[in-house]
T-cell receptor, first 116, second 115 residues
Framework: AQTVTQSQPEMSVQEAETVTLSCTYD???????LFWYKQPPSRQMILVIR??????QNATENRFSVNFQKAAKSFSLKISDSQLGDAAMYFC?????????????FGGGTRLMVKP | DVKVTQSSRYLVKRTGEKVFLECVQD?????MFWYRQDPGLGLRLIYF???????EKGDIPEGYSVSREKKERFSLILESASTNQTSMYLC??????????????FGPGTRLTVL
């Protein structure tokens, strides 16, 4: 079974600065997808960014980018020019390409605080 | 926009009660999921369904059952609620295809307290 670990329960960043959230995972599979989801306070969880394991290029979505290190099984999220609206719980998630069902395995989450 | 709705945002029940949590999605998705969210543990999959009347156990199905009589609706049932089922419950849906653009869409969550 796959496991996903987020070693930082809480992080804080000054507005306009850059922060990196860590995620490691354990799998024996070679094909899979990785995701970062954002859960704002009292709001619905939304997808921030996704990465296909077979792609070497790191995914980027505006101010959000990932550092995907397949050999190290590491998938960190970098948020540039942090904004107050970035304050949320962030979850790293893994999806197998071997098993059917599109199920996600989540990490424990990182609470990001943004200081004005 | 995909919309996943859950019947209640907050629910308080007593130990031993039968509890129904309802989830409805409006995007004709085949897959639907129920997760439980606890601090430090992230989201853990309770059950999922890939078609009407079909269900598969997730990682923590004990104490729960599900029902999917219509494609758009997926219900989570706590047959006899216990205090250790106090948690946030999240419903999600996704299309059946397994392509790179497949993603799960989440409801707002139901915070259940069992007294």
């Amino acid at each position: 079974a796959q496991t996903v670990t987020q070693s930082q329960p809480e992080m804080s960043v000054q507005e306009a600065e850059t922060v990196t959230l860590s995620c490691t995972y354990d799998t024996s599979e070679s094909d899979y997808y990785l995701f970062w989801y954002k859960q704002p306070p009292s709001r619905q969880m939304i997808l921030v960014i996704r990465q296909e394991a077979y792609k070497q290029q790191n995914a980027t979505e505006n101010r959000f980018s990932v550092n995907f290190q397949k050999a190290a099984k590491s998938f960190s999220l970098k948020i540039s020019d942090s904004q107050l609206g970035d304050a949320a719980m962030y979850f790293c998630a893994y999806r197998s390409e071997v098993y059917a069902g599109n199920m996600l395995t989540f990490g424990g989450g990182t609470r990001l605080m943004v200081k004005p | 926009d995909v919309k996943v709705t859950q019947s209640s945002r907050y629910l308080v029940k007593r130990t031993g009660e039968k509890v129904f949590l309802e989830c409805v999605q409006d995007m004709d998705h085949e897959n639907m999921f129920w997760y439980r969210q606890d601090p430090g543990l992230g989201l853990r999959l309770i059950y999922f369904s890939y078609d009407v009347k079909m269900k598969e156990k997730g990682d923590i199905p004990e104490g729960y059952s599900v029902s999917r009589e219509k494609k758009e609706r997926f219900s989570l049932i706590l047959e006899s609620a216990s205090t250790n089922q106090t948690s946030m419950y999240l419903c999600a849906s996704s299309p059946l295809d397994r392509g790179p653009n497949n993603e799960q869409f989440f409801g707002p969550g139901t915070r259940l307290t069992v007294l």
